[in-house]
């Protein structure tokens, strides 16, 4: 059997890391837990949560159970000193008031929520409707899409996490936005989500009752994460990119799929767009790009990003389609990927991914 | 074309009924209103809410927008005296404090939840876990379960509507067991039950997220509707009938599927089963003993409790599985069901029947 | 209680209509028989079938158990000559070596599929993938989405019942384009689609197991309804319009959910928007414009578009959701609502509609 | 952290085991796939389909894109001689002729359908509607419940592995007969599955239109597991068992859930049941007594099997609940967990299991 696939788990000889995860009974941080517990080169050595805090992992989570043996706590920075790693999985607009603590007590933090992403404080507070309470701290952070930005994250010991939209948006459209091949101008997005991306919730438009056999948009233009995305994307394309962005909930647990539309410059067809994704994602471990139409089904409970891309002749469009889990790819596989190349460890660690890129 | 179906809707030369609401806002006075707006001889003139008042039906349910014109309204009693026939809605519990207060000055209750169907305060606080406040008023409801006690109901002022597993459990087990078919002895009941049973809920445990892709039983064994279900079943066996009773969690909205194992008296066989089933059903617009093995998506949307058996020769049981829509037969449709039948009116009146019991 | 609602089904003093149905074995010929079998002036007569030719109605869906009686026969020309209307609910391919025998010799004929709603057999050929085999018959019909065509619909013999995502798009972009509010260039369609859009399906990838938990665009770019919405949108903009259309299916039973970005005047802000929808729908039964984002839940198994709309001052877009349940507005409803207008009886009559358009 | 998991992954330093799936493009077959292609001391060498044969693996599954480069064969017995272990995943009924031209050709066997787990031709023709082909290989497989017959399956050389619904039931009922807690009379297994039990399908009643928001037992006392569930526990019981067993399809992809009533032994409590299962389950990897009710989401993708259990002391019964994924430990992951045991690994190899269990 060729199989790219290598061991899952890295026993390695060296150190251990012993990480914290603040925020660990929500969706991220279970997620982060279940993909940690996998490994022996790290030992999580806190989780804290809040109205959980007492309470076993698997009596929160009861599929943990005989394999995870770990109580949540309150909150508690002397707990944290010294930590080689923390990875922040609050709700937004949480985090902002924890990473200052954190600062410089700490080895290295990823922040999985918004508070940390953009480096402007009137965006944040347009977008996501409140004062940032640490603008100090805003623009310190790397952005942590590993596909674009692995030197800086290597070097990083503030890595703010891609939203799960985000993500699913700009890995396609980075590199066609560096290459020229689309305009930045005139882009539209329209994103739909399973549920956890909205957290554990206990809200009645998010019981099954009102989510099952229904579709519905939100945020129409004014998701929080639409001035991240621009921003990441203006970078890539060295002119401001302005675009509509809509996202919408369907009845599914994980994942997100991305239809984007784009103007195709003249010069470019599909060979070239090919050639762009190539050349781009020869390295990547984790970016599939597809001759078939990506679904989401083919990335669940990876951490796997697959794009594919249609170029539309009559309207002069490239339209592309992208699909993430949005809790892998999207929050706790991503941070992980964040975590090894921060630790110099091959990005894949403990995600499974290529022959290549795993450990020795 | 032969159809059975009759006009949904009764244009009476006569005066119309005026109704009232109390509890609109679930999902069960949703289902009432849905069904109640089609008719044109009832006026539903009010509708209580809790968190709901002020609201218009619409905000709540944009469904009924440009159908239903009517405003929630904080429950009042001076506004409901001289109602025709008031709908009590409210989660067990509630309608203990309100049914006393409506008796004497309106026409007629019909109580939807589970405050009055049993007849001991013993077994309502040791399976509902609270004490009767009202227990002046226990037994004096007739049990509102209209194949089975159609008279009784013809002549009562205040209606208990049975729960939606009793109605599933009781309907095809009561003739067998009136007829000594099967045993009163070793009776077992399993059923799943779509998230709408359980109200509009705002906990984690029914989101999306929880209730998808998953099943669990709850309640075993101790389930408020197992003193109910005992209680009419004894009657009809004329002996008194112990059962184990287990609910199960599907992630369906409406829907509930009941199977049944019960022993078979050594007299009988399927021929016997289909004739006892054929001479108390004759007349019963809402029954259909099927052939082939019910589905819940037959009955979903309708007022049809559908039943199938199978005698297994090798265990001397017949298993029978049976299927309603846990918000119309097992809640809205059983209460109109029964106010028909309380307004002299053919009881299939607004819900879609068979042509024999559609009016005129 | 103010209901804008009428009985959904009108009681003729005058002579019954007499309907064929081929096809009706499928999920639009069901929700036909469905719907029609609630009214008491239609008569619904003769029902064909393929494959289930023989069977009763309740064979193939038990749900009609007790309601409806009639049987399916094979597709036999004599037993619909003379009928007042044929509903002809084929797959596309299939109505255009039908409707030829049954001209002249049938009162109206009303074709759900897509063989008569292009006018052009190159676009036919280009987007089915086949050739048309009755070219003379193309252009004859009249496209039935009555609250544009209502006129020419009053006045046809033979209508071509929009398709379920033309339908969706269609009703909210027409008054915006012949309003001129909204530029006929550069219009964006992102839809998705429950599975019965698909029809009663054998395949593998319509099977629960590929659908549910999953999300997949298809046909991106060359989806067969294209064509039908540049050619009705044409007409509304008075000038061609080149869309980009993607259709999605997503793990829902019924239900369409159109987004569409659209290129906004600069005259034109929300309020003129408001404006140009209320006149256009003012004497429309099914079009609601919401003032909250619509979901699919709202329409199921309504004959209603919802539809609402954002004008987002950055990228100077209105972006527009709609929302319609495939099977009736996008299929039987409509259809039910062209005959309707055919047999100049109320649009909504049997549909639930509101009060000033009821029949009386 | 305390963790009791450990590397998924076991780097041998010894010989590769060189295996074998027949029938590696259905559900099952995939799942074998997936989990065996994380371990670096199995190779898979040969996969084999039917219809899908010539394709490559992420043609059929476009979720093994990157990670397994494996193409289906036609079936060839010349390829497989000699292999260390084959995986027979066929469906029943196919494997009765494929199995007697491995023997003595292969190291090892495990058949995951149903051909070879009884023990008697009429019960297999009775229950499975055919004449069984291999007489002579009747019997001679070892039944391969690891917790109950692990020394007989370190032995063997040719395994059947269990059923999906038996697993799921003879785990939870097995000790309890053994012990006398509970009489082999009157036993009554409940069972509702998700989809992907039926295999990868391709009929009408699998799809997703007709599967979603429905439940539908079948197969009602009749079910071709139920001699298979009899047969190995009245070994347990030590007398003959015959119990009553009705299956249910319920609208998920993974999971089943089980419950059992049985009838107690008046000397035993709650308190001697917890004894019993402790007892019966001290070393087993894979089974968890909970003290909760369980619930499918839990075992989702895992190995585990999580029973629970309630006394009804007002009917003298135990009411147990388990549940598993009938992909993994009711199908691919149990065949791996015999696997590990036929080849003296440890049994949780590659499955994620407890601590103890892990290599080395």
């Known amino acids: 059997m060729h199989i790219y696939a290598e061991p899952f788990i890295h026993t390695t000889g060296g150190e251990v890391i012993h990480a914290a995860i603040i925020g660990a009974s929500g969706y991220s941080g279970a997620e982060l837990l279940r993909l940690l517990a ?35 706590t309150s909150l508690d920075y002397a707990s944290l000193e010294g930590m080689d790693i923390v990875f922040v999985a609050l709700p937004s607009g949480e985090a902002m008031s924890v990473v200052p603590q954190l600062m410089g007590k700490v ?4 922040d999985l929520g918004g508070d940390f992403r953009l480096s402007s404080t009137s965006l944040y507070s347009r977008y996501y409707g409140r004062a940032h309470t640490a603008p100090e701290l ?33 890995l396609p459209l980075y590199p066609l936005l560096k290459s020229g091949c689309v305009s930045p101008a005139g882009i539209v997005i329209n994103s739909v989500s399973g549920v956890s991306g909205a957290g554990r919730s206990s809200s ?51 994942g997100i799929y991305s239809t984007i539309h784009a103007t195709l410059a003249k010069s470019c067809d599909a060979a070239a767009l090919s050639e762009v994704y190539r050349n781009a994602y020869a390295d990547a471990s984790f970016v599939r790009i597809r001759e078939s139409i990506p679904q989401i089904k083919d990335v669940v409970n990876s951490n796997f990003c697959d794009i594919g891309f249609t170029v539309d002749q009559r ?14 790819k999207g929050a706790a596989g991503q941070a992980i990927q964040n975590m090894n190349i921060m630790f110099a460890l091959p990005e894949g660690l403990g995600l499974g991914t290529r022959k290549e890129e795993a450990y020795v």
Chains 1, 2, 3, 4 share one sequence.
């Open 315 to 328: 309207t002069g469009q490239v339209i592309i389609t992208s699909t993430i889990d949005n809790l892998v």
């Open 138 to 170: 805003l623009g310190t952070a790397v952005y942590g899409l590993p596909e674009i930005f692995k030197e800086q994250i290597a070097a990083a010991a503030f890595v703010a996490n891609p939203g799960c939209y985000p993500t699913s948006a700009i």
């Open 204 to 254: 009645v438009e998010m019981s099954f009752a009102e989510v099952n056999e229904n579709v519905r948009a939100y945020k129409v233009g004014r998701h929080q994460h639409i001035p991240e995305m621009e921003m990441v994307l203006s970078k890539g394309a060295g002119a401001e990119v302005t675009l509509s962005f809509v996202p919408h909930l369907v009845p599914i647990t994980r």
């Open 38 to 72: 996998q490994r022996t080169d790290v030992s999580v050595d806190v989780i804290t949560a809040g109205a959980s805090a007492g309470k076993s992992v698997d009596e929160v989570y009861p599929a943990f159970s005989g394999t995870i043996d770990l109580r949540f």
């Open 107 to 110: 080895g290295r933090i990823i």
